[in-house]
């Protein structure tokens, strides 16, 4: 059974940074890409970033780039967000998402930026 569990997100000033995490099981992880997702409240949800299997190919949304980075660690089938010069437009719920057979997603981990 595929599983997805995020964490790391908080409250954080503008400017600040945060690390998401998305462990991940069920599946032989280094195998598929994975991504990250937002949504915020009244929009519908939105690719943030997506990383290949090996970690070679990296994609970004445009209104992230440069301030956060995609990374995933095989060795512990988890992937990272970390997120700099966050914005209170980065605001949302983060979800990380892959797709085998189906798509799954994790249960979401709050982000919320405001000083």
């Known amino acids: 059974q595929v599983r997805l569990v995020e964490s790391g997100g908080g409250l954080v000033q503008p400017g600040g940074s945060l690390r998401l995490s998305c462990a991940a099981s069920?599946?032989?992880?280094?195998?598929?890409?994975m991504s990250w997702y937002r949504q915020a409240p009244g929009k519908e949800r939105e690719l943030v970033a997506s990383l290949s299997g090996t970690g070679g190919f990296k994609n970004y949304a445009e209104s992230v780039k440069g301030r956060f980075t995609i990374s995933r660690d095989n060795a512990k089938n988890t992937v990272y967000l970390q997120m700099n010069s966050l914005k209170p437009e980065d605001t949302a719920v983060y979800y990380c998402k892959v797709t085998l057979w189906t798509v799954s997603w994790g249960q979401g981990t709050q982000v919320t930026v405001s000083s």
């Open positions: 069920g599946f032989t992880f280094s195998a598929y890409p």
